[in-house]
Nanobody, 117 residues
Framework: EVQLVESGGGLVQPGGSLRLSCVTS????????MSWVRQAPGKGLEWVSH????????YYADSVKGRFTVSRDNAKNTLYLQMNNLKPEDTALYYC??????????WGKGTLVTVSS
């Protein structure tokens, strides 16, 4: 059974940092690209970042470019998202997801990030 379990969310002040983790199981993690997707309160899903299976290529939404860094540890089957200089508009439920064709076939349950003073 494929499982994706996010952690690391919380309440942080503007300008602060958080590191999200996504521990995976049930599939060969090193064979798959992975993504982070977020959903702000009352809004739709927003793709945040993508990393190739080897970690050699990474991609970011313009809204987070220069502030967020995606990485992975294939030995630990874990995906990460380092978030720096957080802004109130980064407040959202953050999901890790496994890309499949033009969508995602597996999602975690999400971890909540709240940026507020």
């Amino acid at each position: 059974e494929v499982q994706l379990v996010e952690s690391g969310g919380g309440l942080v002040q503007p300008g602060g940092s958080l590191r999200l983790s996504c521990v995976t199981s049930g599939f060969t993690f090193s064979n798959y690209s992975m993504s982070w997707v977020r959903q702000a309160p009352g809004k739709g899903l927003e793709w945040v970042s993508h990393i190739r299976n080897s970690g050699s290529k990474v991609y970011y939404a313009d809204s987070v470019k220069g502030r967020f860094t995606v990485s992975r540890d294939n030995a630990k089957n874990t995906l990460y998202l380092q978030m720096n200089n957080l802004k109130p508009e980064d407040t959202a439920l953050y999901y890790c997801a496994r890309p499949y064709y033009n969508g995602m076939d597996y999602w975690g349950k999400g971890t909540l990030v709240t940026v507020s003073s």
